[in-house]
């Protein structure tokens, strides 16, 4: 009988603090030197600010007769982030600093970690490395027994008070957002912070960011693509959304916003698609309802893989509208092969129009309806001037008010500095004009925008005759024409102009069809016009060799 196995011994594994912790090695004040260091979270106070900091960090030094070698300083970080991940201060968290150090001062323990487990690591690598961590605002010094009990007690309150300020911050975001107020986050491109005359901000409208949302609109309704759109704003050195909002927050601050550093983002398609679907610039009124609903349709459209033919548009694509449906007309083409006495073969070209589920009327001939429709065109439209849409947004000159008023202190803060009382005349009658120029501005009535239809210098009927065809085709899908047209099954036909929203303004002249525009306020009926009769009763093709 052989011998039993010995029983193998279990080993257990060491708590992590136990395995990672290194030897401690006893902190000595030969050769100490003081390393002060600053944070910054994105929303700080006075008594947080960098000036107030770098002076306590440096007065307790010098108190002391420790030797500074360099302030760090990570301003705009969040207490969250790991010591050892912050850009100023972990260079200098390492084996081999750009100096040599023994003292880590901060003013208070939350400007350094705001948890536990950040605390005791940080403690744990100093103290193997023979350094300290000194908070004057605690009164800690690391060097001493109870130091570990005292960091790791306020780290714990550190982050209680952390939690609790995240939900103040998210109440008092609510709360602004409800009362219409810009509470200090990110804003959508096309708007910007606006300051109210009594304190407090709201959302105004950026006119830089307004313009070129107005160019990316016109783009993607003539049919280009979110690519092509990003070319465009990457070749013309358009900022983008972040430097955009870098470049407001320079000016809230009286600052040049041409010298502020941009991050040098480059448009990505899935930005500026985004961007043009947004639902809240149609609320701002930057976009019109039917408008973006057509960005929306096009970018989808050219988003959508080819199945079928070319994706060259035809001279009414976009334009044909099925009457019952409103969705667009596909165009068709058929070919047939003919064989004349000759013998020559002939090859026929037959286009048509048709609706895209097929069950509202058959085709119908493009020789048919292409012509009809310009010629009801221009019986309708001819005379009528061609109005351009400018889009007005709204202000209550918060913008104006705000500038004269920091011109107003800037000018002030030298009355003491003048060096004759003829001088600190002048800069009060000054300060005066400014105060008169904001007393009027205040007293102007808010000015809602919207917009207005500005008239050129032609009508409809000059302006079509020297457009191609595919220009033309543009210029109605741009301003929102639709031909509405069907065939129906027993032969009768129906055709109307669907005007575009806000056709009144933009066309006053056409109050003498009222009697012809259509319950919906937006559509000229044109089927009784014409002979009906005529149209389709011969089958022809276009003929191609």
């Known amino acids: 009988m052989s011998a039993p196995t010995p029983r193998k011994r279990r080993q257990y594994k060491k708590q992590a603090s136990e395995r990672d912790q290194h030897p401690i090695v006893a902190f000595t004040s ?121 960091i790791t007690l ?42 109210l005359p009594k304190g407090g901000w709201i959302l105004g409208l950026d006119p830089y960011a307004v313009r070129i949302l107005h160019t990316l609109s016109k783009m993607a309704r003539e049919g280009q693509g979110v690519t092509k759109m990003c070319d465009w704003l990457n070749t013309n050195g358009v900022v983008t959304p972040r430097d955009r909002q870098l470049q407001l927050a320079a000016e809230r601050r009286g600052e040049d916003p041409a010298t502020v550093e941009l991050k040098g983002y480059k448009w990505q398609p899935t930005v500026v698609s985004r961007m043009l679907k947004d639902l809240e610039l149609v609320e701002l009124g930057i976009f019109e309802p039917a408008e973006q609903a057509e960005i929306i349709a096009r970018l989808e459209e050219k988003a959508r893989p080819s199945t079928r033919g070319s994706n060259q548009p035809h001279a009414f694509s976009g334009v044909f509208v099925c009457s019952e449906c409103l969705d667009p007309l596909w165009h068709q083409s058929n070919t047939a092969k003919r064989t004349r006495k000759s013998g020559k073969t002939v090859e026929y070209v037959y286009n048509y129009w048709h609706c895209p589920s097929r069950a509202h009327g058959p085709m119908m001939r493009a020789e048919d309806i292409e012509p009809l429709a310009e010629q009801a065109f221009y019986t309708i439209f001819a005379m009528v001037p061609v109005r351009k849409r400018v889009v007005l947004p709204p202000t209550n000159h918060a913008n104006e008010i705000v500038k004269l008023e920091r011109e107003h202190a800037k000018l002030m803060s030298g009355v003491a500095r003048a060096k004759s009382s003829e001088d600190r005349r002048r800069i009060l009658a000054d300060g005066d004009k400014i105060l008169a120029d904001i007393d009027t501005l205040r007293a102007l009535p808010v000015d809602p925008g919207g917009v207005q239809w500005v008239p050129t210098d032609q009508n409809w009927q000059q302006a079509l005759e020297g457009m191609s065809p595919e220009d033309r085709r543009l210029k109605w899908i741009e301003l929102g024409f639709e031909f509405a047209v069907q065939k129906r099954h027993d032969g009768t036909w129906t055709a109307r102009w669907n005007l575009p929203d806000g056709w009144q303004e933009a066309m006053p002249e056409l109050i003498e069809w009222r009697d012809r525009i259509g319950h919906t306020g937006k559509t000229v009926d044109i089927t009784d016009m014409f002979d009906w009769t005529k149209i389709g009763s011969t089958e022809s093709g276009n003929e191609v060799e």
């Not at 390393?35 to 900091?53: A, G, K, N, P």
């Not at 850009?87 to 081999?96: F, P, R």
């Not at 040599?100 to 950040?118: F, G, Q």
């Not at 939690?163 to 708007?191: I, P, Q």
Request: glycine letters at 6%; hydrophobic letters at 35%.
């Open 30 to 150: 030969d050769d100490d030197a003081a390393l002060c260091y600053i944070r910054q979270s994105h929303f700080s106070d006075e008594s947080t600010s960098d000036e107030v900091q770098t002076r306590d960090t440096r007065r307790w030094a010098n108190a002391y007769d420790i030797p500074i070698v360099e302030s760090v300083r990570d301003l705009h970080v969040s207490g969250d982030l790991e010591p050892h991940k912050r850009d100023g201060l972990k260079v200098w968290l390492s084996d081999a600093p750009p100096k040599p150090w023994k003292t880590l001062i901060v003013t208070k323990l939350d400007r350094l970690v705001r948890n536990v487990v950040d605390a005791l690591n940080l403690l744990h690598w100093l103290r193997a490395r023979g350094k300290r961590l000194v908070s004057i605002g605690e009164g800690i010094d690391s060097s001493n027994s109870m130091s570990e009990f005292l």
């Open 154 to 195: 306020i780290a714990a309150f550190a982050r209680m008070e952390r939690e609790r300020m995240k939900e103040r911050f998210r109440s008092s975001k609510a709360a602004l957002k409800e009362a219409g107020r810009w509470a200090g986050e990110g804003h959508n491109y096309g708007t910007m912070p606006v300051e």
